[in-house]
């Protein structure tokens, strides 16, 4: 039994729970200044906290005081079937990840051979492939950086085998790490070519932000995502002319040239082959 009673969850700024993504919900909150926030314990999720500055009161989970004065950004395990609470001391905002935690489970049994999967409370620094990820789908649900339910699905995977095999009560050392390219480095190009999708982009130019030869980054790349850089590149287009279909009013032709698309024709031939729908079909729907 937990000795406090449960606190009010801070402000939500974004969820992606209207989106539907399965296994996975990413959400962007606020805390007040001086204001205690947590939740009563979620049986059916793990939740995982990212802050970018330290938290000043106390963190309990379960019951248990967990100690994260020297932690400059924490990051903070909740496990499934455990209360949180915290008091941050200043206003900031923190991404907040919950995952399922049965998807967890099948994972780290056919991942790492791990089964049954368990955690303990955990507030720990550093982990940049963890907080990469966690930007990305911050990112995603946002709009700033829409992604396409593939990717969704290859971020919730990663996340669910990273937490088991660093973070359960028995870590396991992933089999499936040989070729891939780095989480941390990963993220750094999928934050530039997000960052140019009007541009033309070549596997050299991507091969060259991750510092790797062209070989090498092709073949690092699809282990690492499922997909061709330039499957992905095509995927990553369709999902930011979808969000501008759905969000906004720009001309058509000009959603074609800022997901850089070579004409609007292009556009529609390759969005009506991903969605079943043209480009002015799916805003009608979903505008």
């Given at each position: ?91 900031q ?39 990469g ?12 950086q829409?992604?396409d ?46 960052a140019?999708?009007?541009r ?62 070579h ?25």
């Amino acid at each position: 039994m937990n000795d406090f009673p449960p606190r009010a969850e801070a402000s939500l700024l974004v969820s992606s729970a209207p989106l539907g993504w399965p296994d996975i919900t990413v959400e962007v909150r606020f805390t007040k200044a001086g204001s205690a926030i947590g939740w009563p314990a979620i049986a059916t999720r793990h939740s995982v906290l990212f802050w970018d500055q330290p938290i000043g009161g106390a963190i309990i989970i379960g019951g248990a005081e967990l100690e994260t004065i020297h932690l400059a950004a924490p990051i903070i395990l909740v496990p499934a079937g455990q209360s949180f609470t915290c008091n941050p001391g200043i206003p900031q905002r923190f991404r907040k990840l919950l995952i399922d935690a049965a998807f967890v489970s099948r994972l780290a049994e056919s991942a790492l051979g791990v089964n049954p999967v368990s955690f303990q409370a955990a507030a720990f620094d550093g982990d940049q492939d963890l907080r990469g990820v966690a930007y990305l789908l911050s990112e995603a649900v946002t709009g700033h950086q829409p992604l396409d339910a593939e990717m969704i699905a290859v971020l919730a995977r990663e996340t669910a085998i990273h937490l088991a095999s660093n973070y359960s009560d028995v870590p396991t050392p992933r089999r499936d790490l040989a070729g891939r390219i780095a989480t941390a480095k990963l993220v750094r190009v999928l934050d530039f070519l997000a960052a140019n999708l009007d541009r033309r982009l070549s596997v050299a130019i991507l091969a060259r932000e991750a510092g790797l030869s062209i070989a090498h980054f092709s073949r690092a790349f699809a282990k690492s995502t499922g997909r061709s850089p330039h499957a992905y590149i095509v995927g990553r287009r369709i999902a930011k002319a979808g969000h501008l279909l759905r969000n906004s009013s720009i001309p058509i032709d000009k959603i074609a040239a800022l997901c850089g698309f070579h004409d609007q024709a292009h556009l529609n031939r390759l969005f009506k082959r991903t969605t079943g729908h043209t480009p002015k079909q799916y805003r009608s729907r979903t505008g």
